[in-house]
C-alpha cells in the first residue's frame, strides 16, 4: 500500500499541482520514511496550499494551520503551536499524549 501512495507523491510532484490534498498518504510508510516525505513535501509544495489529512501528530506540526475534528464537528482551528498553548485544547492534549508514549517518540 505504502508504495501506490509514493507512487501518487511522485505523480503530483511532475505534475506541479497547485494544490495538493494528501488524506493519511503516509499511513501506510514507516516514521523515518514519513520525516523524509514530509520534509519533500514542504520543500517541493512550497508555493501550493497543501490540505493533510492526518492522525500522526510529527506529520502536522510543522503545518501552518491544524483543524482539529471531534465527532464530525470542528472543534479548534489555529497554528499549532498555539493550539498547543491553548488551555483546553484538543490538538494540545493529543499531541502530548502522543510524546508521553515512549515508542512514538523512539520511533521518530
Not at 9 to 19: P, Q, T
Not at 80 to 106: D, I, T
Amino acid at each position: 500500500m505504502g508504495q501506490r501512495q509514493l507512487f501518487c507523491l511522485g505523480r503530483a510532484l511532475l505534475r506541479r499541482s497547485r494544490v495538493l490534498v494528501l488524506d493519511e498518504a503516509t499511513a501506510s510508510i514507516d516514521n523515518a520514511t514519513d520525516t523524509i516525505l514530509q520534509k519533500t513535501i514542504r520543500t517541493e509544495f512550497e508555493s501550493c496550499t497543501v490540505i493533510t489529512v492526518a492522525h500522526r501528530i510529527p506529520t502536522v506540526m510543522d503545518c501552518t494551520m491544524v483543524l482539529a475534528i471531534s465527532d464530525g464537528k470542528i472543534v479548534e482551528y489555529d497554528e499549532p503551536m498555539r493550539l498547543m498553548k491553548r488551555e483546553g485544547s484538543l490538538f494540545g492534549q493529543l499531541v502530548r499524549e502522543y510524546w508521553s508514549h515512549p515508542q512514538s517518540a523512539e520511533s521518530h
